[in-house]
Nanobody
Framework: QVQLVESGGGLVQAGGSLRLSCAAS????????MGWYRQAPGKQRELVAR???????SYADSVKGRFTISRDNAKNTVYLEMNSLKPEDTAVYYC??????????????WGQGTQVTVSS
């Protein structure tokens, strides 16, 4: 059994910063790509940022230059540093990981989501 648990969401004023964390635990052999997605009310879930096991990153155009994704492979944890937050960043943020478990089966796992609210 593999679990991804997010933390760090909350309420912040526009221009402020937040740092999200997502820790994977359970029967993990290795983790390939990890990422952050978000879903605002009435909208589809969208990719925010992804990072490979080697550290290569990619970002949605809307967050480039403001958000930074990183990971600590020893801790099976991925982070999202969010700066210069805007009201349009308000959403539930979900962590995603492509995990190979101890039985060498590869699967995508999702966290339960953490709310980020940016007030104007």
């Amino acid at each position: 059994q593999v679990q991804l648990v997010e933390s760090g969401g909350g309420l912040v004023q526009a221009g402020g910063s937040l740092r999200l964390s997502c820790a994977a635990s359970g029967s993990i052999f290795s983790i390939n790509g990890m990422g952050w997605y978000r879903q605002a009310p009435g909208k589809q879930r969208e990719l925010v940022a992804r990072i490979t096991s080697g550290g290569s990153t990619s970002y949605a155009d809307s967050v480039k230059g403001r958000f930074t994704i990183s990971r600590d492979n020893a801790k099976n944890t991925v982070y999202l540093e969010m700066n210069s937050l805007k009201p349009e960043d308000t959403a539930v943020y979900y962590c995603n990981g492509e995990v190979r478990n101890s039985a060498f089966s590869l699967r995508n796992y999702w966290g339960q989501g953490t709310q980020v609210t940016v007030s104007s």
